[in-house]
């Protein structure tokens, strides 16, 4: 295996809820519980956000509001990078004109994946997106370009990194300097993502990856710090677990917020995030939609706090 870098002393980890996590509730969230939300987590100290889909509701019909949702609260959000997740250039010009600045494709690493999601292949579904980026040329609006499925399709099976290299080829002509790499249904393991990113990072050295996994089948954190352990800074993931991928099945949801803060502040990796407000904020979001939430820190709490109720039981029994 290659020689592993030093780990990264600061991570940035972006807040998928709002998209992600939004559009694989069936059940209606009023706009005001979303915009509610989002300016929940906001006080968590997140310094990136992904607020929104642009997309047609009838394609995913929780994202209907998303104009008034993202133009409602654009502007209380300064500070944190925000980005919103775009199909197509007429989803690119509704996002810009609620106010954001950054946009995120759609994109399928596999053709089984992208006929179901795109209803094109791979290749020629990454063609259409051109016009989103002469329209973001004009508007002097960042472009990122993300790969679902990148590691493992639940038509297809692993996903080989040549594969990865045909797709950000196209995007580096594009312009793209970020790749979102989403392990959309959990297939992905440590060693392939250690491995997978070394190929990338040697054939693409000036390209940036953000990492967005699902915790599937119980491996995202494992393969966190294999991406960690590559020098990637860059990470998804949604409060409470929330997400899923309509287009994939068997896709639960991603990487919990809070469980990857705690991880990465017990070992000393800086997220600027509060983890108790953002524990805090996960419990209040689970209860305002009604559902269970799935990370470890809302059944455990952090080590912090085991320590500190022990000392606390110590000094009463003392006293």
């Not at 509730?25 to 509610?36: A, C, G, Q, V, Y």
């Not at 919103?84 to 609620?98: F, H, I, Q, S, T």
């Not at 040329?137 to 960042?142: D, E, L, M, Y």
């Not at 952090?302 to 003392?318: G, M």
Request: with cysteine; glycine share 6%; aromatic share 4%.
């Amino acid at each position: 295996m290659t020689e592993k870098l030093p780990l990264p002393k600061k991570v940035t980890v972006c807040e998928v809820a709002p998209r992600d996590g939004f559009q694989a509730i069936s059940t209606w969230i009023p706009t005001d519980e979303k915009i509610k939300i989002i300016r929940r987590l906001a006080q968590t100290g997140i310094s990136s956000l992904e607020i929104a889909s642009f997309v047609h509701p009838r394609a995913i019909p929780q994202m209907k509001d998303a104009d008034k949702v993202v133009s409602t609260v654009i502007e209380s959000l300064g500070g944190i990078d925000i980005r919103a997740l775009v199909p197509n250039l007429k989803g690119a010009e509704r996002a810009v004109d609620a106010g954001v600045m950054k946009l995120k494709t759609m994109l399928s690493a596999t053709d089984s994946h992208s006929l179901s999601n795109a209803n094109a292949t791979s290749k020629d579904a990454q063609q259409k997106l051109t016009p989103i980026f002469d329209f973001a040329a004009k508007k002097n609006v960042t472009v990122m370009g993300s790969i679902s499925v990148a590691f493992g399709c639940p038509f297809e099976g692993k996903v080989p990194v040549e594969r990865l290299i045909e797709i950000i080829s196209r995007y580096d002509a594009m312009g793209v300097k970020e790749i979102s790499l989403a392990d959309t249904t959990g297939m992905a393991h440590p060693k392939q993502v250690y491995e997978s990113l070394a190929i990338l990072q040697k054939e693409f050295p000036e390209m940036v990856y953000s990492m967005h996994f699902h915790n599937t089948r119980g491996m995202a954190l494992a393969n966190t710090l294999a991406a960690l352990q590559r020098g990637v800074t860059r990470y998804d993931s949604a409060i409470s677990g929330l997400g899923g991928c309509p287009y994939a099945p068997g896709a639960s949801g991603n990487v919990a917020t809070e469980d990857v803060v705690h991880m990465l502040e017990e070992m000393n990796i800086k997220t600027g995030i509060n983890e108790r407000n953002l524990l805090d904020a996960s419990r209040e979001i689970s209860e305002m939609l009604q559902i269970k939430g799935d990370s470890y820190l809302l059944v455990a709490g952090p080590t912090s706090t085991l320590h500190e109720e022990k000392i606390t039981k110590q000094k009463k029994v003392e006293q």
